[in-house]
């Protein structure tokens, strides 16, 4: 059970499944080895960098799409009150 554990974490960080990595995190076996925790530990990690990453990508693009939503709203505004000068 641990080495697929394993296996199937690598598989997932590898492939970036937000998802999976979520339920083989909850479905954890114990770990008896020394190596297999290292290895748990080091994945573990890994999956907190990719995830850390994915929030940063996140937040630049909701910063982008708030920018935007403004500047249309704007631009609107501007072009309502141009017509009606018109």
Same mark, same amino acid.
């Not at 296996?7 to 076996?29: A, Q």
């Given at each position: 059970?641990?080495?697929?554990?394993?296996?199937?974490?690598?598989?997932?960080?590898?492939?970036?499944?937000?998802?999976?990595?979520?339920?083989?995190?909850?479905?954890?076996?114990?770990?008896?080895?020394? /190596?297999? $925790?290292?290895?748990?530990?080091?994945? *573990?990690?890994?999956? =907190? @960098?990719? &995830?850390? +990453?994915?929030? /940063?990508? $996140?937040?630049?693009?909701?910063?982008? *799409?708030?920018?935007? =939503? @403004?500047? &249309?709203? +704007?631009?609107?505004?501007?072009?309502?009150?141009?017509?009606?000068?018109?």
């Amino acid at each position: 059970m641990q080495l697929k554990w394993l296996e199937d974490f690598k598989i997932s960080i590898i492939e970036k499944d937000f998802e999976k990595i979520e339920r083989l995190l909850n479905e954890m076996p114990e770990i008896k080895s020394i /190596n297999d $925790l290292k290895t748990s530990v080091a994945l *573990i990690n890994e999956a =907190k @960098k990719l &995830l850390a +990453q994915e929030q /940063n990508i $996140l937040r630049e693009n909701m910063t982008k *799409i708030q920018k935007s =939503k @403004k500047f &249309l709203t +704007q631009s609107s505004y501007k072009e309502e009150n141009f017509s009606k000068s018109c």
